[in-house]
DNA sequence: TTATGATATGTTATATCATAACATCGTCAA
DNA sequence: TTGACGATGTTATGATATAACATATCATAA
């Protein structure tokens, strides 16, 4: 009932979702690839990749600090930005451009383009990664002469659980 | 030669773009469209339109102010963005969020779902409007039960006359 | 024409997001 | 031990955006 690795049915949280053991295992999955990466996974880092995985939403860096500062009092922004600037870098998470906000990404282990569908009403963020989609754009771009670095695709709406007629399933 | 309205070639800019007709064709248009409307496109909004329009590339809101200041000293911040929503609102320009900036509509007659082939030397943001593109992405949020309001695709790259091996078409 | 309401703009202040610059600390290897 | 490097601390500032309220302008109906 976990679902937390196994993401196939639906990328939406749901009501069982165990966001317990989901954050948990972010975290062990995150110390797993920077161990192996040689890249430091400090206290600090550690602290802000827990807090950006606080929930399925997008949040803010000054959400983050504040939160941070219970357990660190000193914080200031810079804390918290070059600690989501790592977290970037290692894939651990994603920014959301049109909500200059963050969030943990579902499947760090290689790195992707990933489509998010984005709840606008609960705040879920949705992480997709339809190559069909990317590889559809980096075609039309290519025949265009465009050489793609990077893909921001964030669709904005009602997730199966906001919608008004919402049947679960 | 001008290529200003009849785009299906390139989206991108070329050598031989005459932009004095480009622009003066978008406020044309611009105008065409409010009055249909019954939209007021004031004095004030029309300069806002036309320093968006200045280039093709997206341009941000306090530098639209710091030029609007020249022939009308009295603006602030909230002059241009009310200005910007309104443009937004009749669609006449698009926000570009991964840039936190606005570009001028190269298709303003029809609201429109378009992605954005971002140059990152020349800052050319060249509009697609590739149906077979949103569509994909409309029927893949669909499947998931997720209902689409808003799509945000923006590429980042190398256009054609920025790429190394640029040979012009 | 003049009153009236709606829309547009002016004005001041502040919220929100992000980075520059430099100091200090910790770790590890020569 | 010391030097190099990476991480963090610290202060200040830059960049983007909006809240709140005042005033002006426009359209329309009395
Ligand atoms: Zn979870
Ligand atoms: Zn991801
Ligand atoms: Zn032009
Ligand atoms: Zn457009």
Redesign the interface.
């Given at each position: 009932m976990v679902r937390s690795r196994a993401e196939a049915a639906?990328?939406?949280q749901t009501a069982s979702h165990d966001h317990g053991s989901c954050i948990e295992d972010a975290l062990d999955r995150a110390a797993q690839l920077c161990a192996a990466r040689g890249a430091r996974l400090t206290e600090l880092r550690r602290q802000v990749l827990q807090l950006v995985w606080r929930g399925h939403e997008a949040v803010g860096a000054y959400a983050v600090l504040e939160a941070l500062r219970r357990s660190h009092p000193g914080a200031a922004p810079p804390t918290v930005y070059r600690a989501l600037d790592f977290l970037i870098e290692h894939g651990l998470i994603h920014r959301i451009?049109?909500l200059n906000a963050y969030v943990g990404c579902s499947r760090p282990e290689r790195r992707h383009v990933s489509?998010f569908?984005i709840?606008?009403k609960c705040g879920d963020a949705?992480e997709?990664e339809?190559s069909?989609?990317s590889g559809?754009?980096l075609r039309?771009?290519g025949a265009?002469?465009?050489?793609?670095?990077?893909?921001?695709?964030?669709?904005?709406?009602?997730?199966?659980r906001c919608?008004p007629n919402a049947r679960a399933?």
């Open positions: 639906s990328p939406f451009e049109s489509q569908l709840c606008g949705a997709l339809d069909a989609i559809a754009l039309r771009a265009l002469g465009f050489a793609v670095e990077q893909q921001t695709i964030e669709l904005r709406g009602l997730c199966p919608r399933k």
